[in-house]
């Protein structure tokens, strides 16, 4: 019985979705009678709830105004449409009475469904077979304000917003050249998201633009939510811990990256961008880079490296230790450390994956929950279960230590992306290391080099310009050498030419010309 059911069920669905489909009809031309077309356009949206009609007079015409509610501004519709039209005496235009910018007509009324969906009004008057449209969408958008996960001291404040047109606004408010090129793309079936690569356009390799408007060309899906679903279709190995794409918030690291060559690809309802061919060192530079002195900034970065290979070795090399080798541990501390871990139960690798997991657990829900709790329950948390763990002899003094260096050093990475590729990688590490000791660490590292050489993004080869070495493009790096120094662009970027205007410093040279 149940299965005669199931199949009348469908049946009936299918049959719906064949009805739904005969609403829309190619190339059905505009009626005369103004009822047949507003019943065609409600059985052709199902009689959704914010679709309205307003009924007008214009030149002695009968005439109904169609929109949606949710899409058009009806301040809009007063003051561009209905208060004009009704302050009109005498046969005029309607493209001369309506205020709107933009005044356009058309007869087939299958696109009236595309316009409205778009903030646009549609215009149908009595005899007539075409309609108006008329430009009143409404704009909902918050204002530019500091990015929330990428917060520099020094430089701009100003980051992205979920509105596509203001985020292009402001790259071009930073590059006022006539070679800033934007094409956009629709992408989604049904949600019909709009996208925009941004590049320049005498910089920018050809090649690599092609292929990025290839791949989201061949993009075949109902519906793009986010700027992670772009990425998983376009990059070119989905199960790398790495990220291919580099995603930011900030306007300024936009701008440089394009004046390197790299394409941008910006997404509407997305507060950030996506930058294209990247690196592995790129996620490991930071705005402040730029905007402190060569040594500092050159300081800060190495700290940054070194915290990647801290978050993943650390927990690692304790075990290793612990467990196989504490002939490397100078004799002042091997006492210490054997009296700390001598009445914990577990080996030293279960010890670190409770803690490591209980870190990701305080992690987790400090971001869920509102931000003053969640910061209390991220401090007092860690403080209480550590405590209580070690008194417990649950887990040894040193291996807190260690786990809680290790979280920071993971925090210290400006890409969010690549910060939880570390962490991910950290547990497999820990495993080889409690299998194998420092040899199941030199193994595991050496795979992740493997598979660093092998990855590429856009065609450019993921651990450049270390492999392959390209000595010139290490002064903006590991360190960052003076800006005047760099007068060449990295090959990594697939720039259509690598000299640029020289930094030099004219006063310097003008001052020994003098000489």
């Known amino acids: 019985m149940g299965f005669f059911k199931k199949m009348l069920n469908n049946n009936r669905r299918s049959l719906t979705s064949q009805r739904a489909k005969d609403f829309i009809h190619e190339g059905q031309k505009v009626s005369p009678s103004i009822e047949e077309n507003v019943a065609y356009i409600q059985d052709a949206m199902f009689h959704t709830a914010d679709l309205k009609t307003r009924e007008i007079s214009f030149n002695g015409k009968r005439g109904v105004l169609i929109f949606l509610n949710t899409t058009a501004d009806f301040t809009k519709i007063e003051q561009c449409i209905l208060t004009p039209l009704s302050r009109t005496t005498g046969e005029k235009p309607l493209e001369e009475v309506i205020t709107s910018p933009s005044v356009e007509k058309n007869d087939d009324l299958n696109k009236v469904i595309k316009e409205m969906i778009h903030g646009r009004v ?190 993943l070795l650390l927990p690692s090399f304790y075990i290793a230790v612990i467990s196989f080798h504490y002939e490397v541990v100078p004799s002042a501390l091997l006492f210490p450390m054997k009296s700390s871990v001598e009445y914990v139960p577990f080996p030293p690798l279960m010890e670190a994956f409770l803690l490591e997991v209980i870190i990701e657990l305080i992690r987790e829900g400090g971001i869920r929950l509102p931000s003053p709790v969640g910061q209390t329950i991220g401090i007092v948390g860690g403080l209480v279960i550590g405590q209580s763990a070690v008194q417990a002899a649950l887990v040894s003094n040193i291996m807190i230590i260690v786990v809680a260096v290790t979280a920071i050093s993971s925090f210290v990475v400006p890409s969010n992306e690549m910060g939880g590729s570390v962490r991910i990688l950290r547990f497999p590490m820990m495993v080889l290391a409690g299998l194998f000791g420092f040899l199941g660490i030199m193994t595991g590292l050496l795979l992740i080099l493997i598979h660093l050489t092998r990855l590429e993004s856009f065609g450019t080869p993921y651990f450049s310009p270390a492999i392959p070495f390209r000595l010139k493009d290490m002064k903006d790096t590991i360190v960052r050498l003076a800006v005047w120094q760099l007068n060449e662009r990295p090959v990594d970027a697939q720039p259509q030419r690598l000299n640029q205007e020289r930094y030099s410093r004219g006063w310097k040279r003008n001052a020994k010309r003098k000489k």
């Open 122 to 311: 549609i215009i149908f008057f009595e005899g007539m077979k075409a309609y108006y449209v008329v430009k009143a969408y409404a704009i909902y958008k918050r204002e530019v304000s500091e990015p929330y996960n990428e917060k520099v001291i020094r430089g701009s404040h100003e980051g992205f917003v979920e509105n596509l047109i203001v985020n292009i606004h402001l790259i071009r408010k930073r590059i006022e050249s006539r070679h800033l090129s934007v094409k956009y793309h629709t992408v989604g079936k049904d949600t019909k998201t709009k996208m925009a690569i941004i590049y320049m356009q005498n910089l920018a390799n050809p090649d690599v633009v092609q292929e990025v408007e290839r791949r989201i060309l061949s993009i075949d899906a109902d519906s793009i939510l986010s700027p992670g679903f772009v990425e998983e279709y376009l990059e070119g190995r989905t199960y790398s811990p790495f990220p291919q794409m580099l995603n930011t918030e900030r306007p300024d690291r936009v701008m440089g990256n394009l004046m390197e060559g790299r394409v941008a690809i910006i997404m509407e309802g997305s507060p950030s961008a996506l930058i294209v061919p990247v690196t592995f060192s790129a996620f490991y530079q930071s705005p402040d880079d730029y905007n402190s002195r060569p040594l500092v900034s050159s300081f800060f970065r190495l700290i940054r490296f070194s915290s990647f290979l801290a978050a």
